[in-house]
């Protein structure tokens, strides 16, 4: 087996079961070896560590991303000169016959050699809200937690702007939280986190005011860390509310997209900087994909203005985690 080998179908698992863009997936080195050894079991044993990965049958990508990624891989093997490989073929087949869903799941593996398996819409937006995707600041932010394990063992921590859960989740398996308060305000976002949360595992205790139907409200004491779910409107949640949470590192992803928002945000980190009683101020982190450079600087600005300072956390090179490293996202730490 020649050495590149084994380290490209790990790649090709790790982005094909986190149902990465599929250009982002390693094509051209693909093409490369099979030119060289168009006989190779390798086409076989890439079929067999993504559509045919337990996790993939039992949690499955969208079935246009398989039905993409499958006939990629049959274009790549017909390029060659090699027998045909009735399993591919067959494989797409099966696929073809399914029906369209509105719910996929992505399956990202942690270094830890854990997983962290999440229910998604397969829409950007859906209910009105962009909350039930997963974000690159989120798999940037967890990246980086999973390199810092520090900052999070044994401490409270509260997310804001949770979404469907992929940071929190990656942070509870990698990180060892004492307590983990996962927060949002879109019901069908609270639904699905729950969903998410209890997919990996966990249980959850629910400390909002309308619980979702058939979740269980108590998870049992004995759980480390303790996961909770709190349903935190930036705008117009009480003081009494953050004085209850009490967390010693808060952090989001990819919530500085918009005006409106950052001023709501930056008035939820005044109120947690106001309500934290006799404590220290928590550890603030706040990662987000620079799309717009206005809303970078007017964010900056914003937190100039109430005097809130900042400071960039350099990137890391923990790659192998994140897939494809994103050069546009930016982590920086506040001092509330």
Not at 148 to 176: D, H, M, W, Y
């Amino acid at each position: 087996m020649s050495g590149p080998e084994p380290g490209l179908r790990l790649r090709f698992q790790r982005r094909f079961l986190a149902a990465r863009p599929l250009r982002s997936l390693p094509w051209p080195e693909l093409e490369q070896n099979l030119r060289a050894a168009p006989d190779s079991p390798l086409l076989r044993d890439i079929l067999h560590q993504t559509i045919l990965h337990p996790l993939c049958v039992k949690y499955p990508p969208s079935t246009k991303y398989r039905r993409c990624f499958l006939t990629e891989l049959i274009k790549k093997h017909e390029s060659t000169a090699a027998e045909p490989l009735d399993e591919l073929y067959n494989t797409l087949a099966d696929v073809l016959k399914e029906e369209e869903s509105t719910q996929c799941y992505k399956n990202y593996l942690l270094p830890t050699g854990d997983c962290v398996t999440l229910s998604e819409s397969t829409a950007m937006i859906s209910g009105g809200t962009t909350g039930l995707v997963t974000w690159e600041a989120a798999l940037h932010l967890a990246g980086w937690a999973g390199g810092n394990p520090e900052v999070f063992r044994a401490r409270t921590v509260l997310e804001l702007g949770s979404g469907i859960g992929f940071t929190g989740i990656a942070i509870c398996k990698t990180c060892q939280p004492k307590t983990y308060i996962f927060s949002d305000c879109h019901p069908c976002v609270l639904r699905q986190l729950g969903e998410n949360i209890r997919l990996n595992g966990f249980q959850v205790t629910w400390c909002i005011q309308t619980e979702p139907q058939g979740q269980e409200v108590e998870a049992k004491n004995c759980q480390t860390p303790k996961l909770m779910v709190a349903e935190l409107d930036w705008g117009s949640v009480a003081e009494e509310q953050l004085v209850g949470l009490q967390p010693d590192v808060v952090i989001a992803a990819d919530v500085v997209y918009d005006p409106e928002i950052i001023l709501a945000l930056i008035g939820m980190l005044q109120k947690l900087s106001t309500s934290r009683a006799d404590r220290k101020a928590p550890e603030v982190f706040i990662a987000f994909t620079l799309r717009n450079p206005d809303t970078y600087h007017l964010f900056q600005a914003e937190l100039d203005k109430v005097g809130i300072r900042w400071q960039i956390i350099p990137a890391h090179g923990n790659s192998n985690f994140l897939y494809d490293v994103q050069p546009n996202v930016t982590i920086l730490q506040l001092f509330i």
